[in-house]
């Protein structure tokens, strides 16, 4: 069964770093765009990044233009997001999502795969 598989994550301080993996099992990367969610309690899920076939980023969010990067490995069916300068606002629950387009989409309801969550946590 087609799915994604997430790593990465945890608790760091204000200012740390953290890296967020997402591997694609049953499908080939390549054909997909993927874009990072973040759920926080109480609110609704947002997009946070995304990366599209033809390697293209966008962030959703203004906040983490400048500290936020994405970026894929295709031989390895690999997505990443790079966390620089964490803030306790960039707290919650990232969810990694797949979609055979070429380009972003904003709407997690128009992906298809989705990756079993990962909590982040920026406190001191």
């Known amino acids: 069964q087609s799915h994604l598989v997430q790593s990465g994550g945890g608790l760091v301080q204000p200012g740390g770093s953290l890296k967020l993996s997402c591997t694609t099992s049953?499908?080939?990367?390549?054909?997909?765009?993927i874009t990072w969610f973040r759920q926080v309690p109480g609110e609704e899920r947002e997009g946070v990044s995304c990366?599209?076939?033809?390697?293209?980023?966008?962030h959703y969010m203004d906040p983490v233009k400048g500290r936020f990067t994405m970026s894929r490995d295709n031989a390895k069916n690999t997505v990443y997001l790079q966390m620089d300068s964490l803030r306790p606002e960039d707290t919650g629950v990232y969810y990694c999502?797949?979609?055979?387009?070429?380009?972003?989409?904003?709407?997690?309801?128009?992906?298809?795969?989705w990756g079993q969550g990962t909590q982040v946590t920026v406190s001191s």
């Open positions: 049953g499908f080939a990367l390549d054909s997909y765009t």
């Open positions: 999502a797949a979609e055979r387009v070429w380009v972003c989409l904003r709407d997690g309801n128009e992906y298809t795969y």
């Open positions: 990366i599209s076939r033809t390697n293209e980023i966008t």
